[in-house]
């Protein structure tokens, strides 16, 4: 995509909302000391925390390799982006409303963070939907296996939002594209139904099936893994690959555990959900 000029507002907006703390502690591990932060800093190969971040004067700094700057700097510094791209990121991440120079670049941007928007609405209301019917009969062999087998509580079955995509092939699509009148194009994009080969029309991807929500690290959900109840094949089928759900850039749970893993320094990672 080609980044368009953005207009100097916005910019403005971004740096307010941005918190340089906030942005650096994605990256580096803080510890708080007095009113600043210090770290192992992240430009150079540091041995003993040289790298301390301001929240009162939004800047960082590092006493041995002599980087620093604001929350923008250090994230063109680190990802070698350029300013617009890392603009533009934030403001996607703090919802900061995009306008850029050119009426034309507005509308275009717009739309894809209006895709964006819509496809998040349709996974969280489809969440929503799965964990209902996880309590309807027809969800009870999922919900015996979950605390049966595997011995989850209920807590824990909430918390992770678990679901039931129920059997049939035009339940979720009949919801989501009927009842709720989403558009079924933003549906398939959402990686729920599947077009047709023959005729037309579209049928549920998950059937039948346990559902695992699949957060990114602001805990929005982005696709599903689902489980096969029965001897269907595959066992585990994961949402394709969407405007959303990239699979190669998620870890399972990082939403949940990543501030205890940057408090104590540490992370267990295991395979699976
Ligand atoms: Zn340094």
Redesign the pocket.
Known sequence: MQIPRLHPETIEQVKQRADIVDVVSEHVVLRKQGKDFTGL?P??D?KSP??TVSPSKQFYY?F??G?GGNAFKFLMELKQQPFSEVVLDLAKRYQVPVQTLEVADRLELQRQLTVRDQLHEILAVTTAFFEHALYHPQGQAALDYLTQDRGLSRDVIQQFQLGYAPAGWETLSGYLVHQKHYPAELVEQAGLIVPRKEGTGYYDRFRDRLMIPIQDTQGRIVGFGGRSLGEEMPKYLNSPETELFDKGKLLFGLDKAKAAIAKQDQAIVVEGY
Do not use: I
Request: proline share 0%; aromatic share 20%; hydrophobic share 30%.
């Open positions: 800093c430009f150079h540091d040289s790298f590092c041995s390799c980087a």
